[in-house]
């Protein structure tokens, strides 16, 4: 059984930058696509940035170019670079992994508050 367990979320202020991890259990975590998913209060979860197996990257559009998503399949760990934050930011950020063929597995969540 995969387990995700995401760190580095906190209080930061307007225009200030956090860095979050996702650490993964298990040996094949290069094969997975790893996500970071969003849901600011009272608000459904949203997507934020995926990257595949093969490196590839998608991102939400209220977070292009300030966010950046990688991995780091020797430490099994997916990062999510954010920058320039904004109020509208504030939200509990949870991980995913996509296991093949159809398997998902979730993060616990780590909050982060982005005060103006």
């Known amino acids: 059984q995969v387990q995700l367990v995401e760190s580095g979320g906190g209080l930061v202020q307007f225009g200030g930058s956090l860095r979050l991890s996702c650490a993964a259990s298990?040996?094949?975590?290069?094969?997975?696509?790893m996500g970071w998913y969003r849901q600011p209060p009272g608000k459904q979860r949203e997507l934020v940035a995926t990257?595949?197996?093969?490196?590839?990257?998608n991102y939400a559009n209220s977070v292009k170019g300030r966010f950046t998503i990688s991995r780091d399949n020797a430490k099994n760990t997916v990062y999510l670079q954010m920058n320039s934050l904004k109020p509208e930011d504030t939200a509990v950020y949870y991980c995913?992994?996509?296991?093949?063929?159809?398997?998902?597995?979730w993060g616990q969540g780590t909050l982060v508050t982005v005060s103006s």
């Open positions: 995913k992994a996509d296991l093949p063929p159809y398997v998902e597995v």
């Open positions: 298990g040996s094949a975590f290069r094969l997975y696509t």
């Open positions: 990257i595949t197996s093969g490196d590839s990257t």
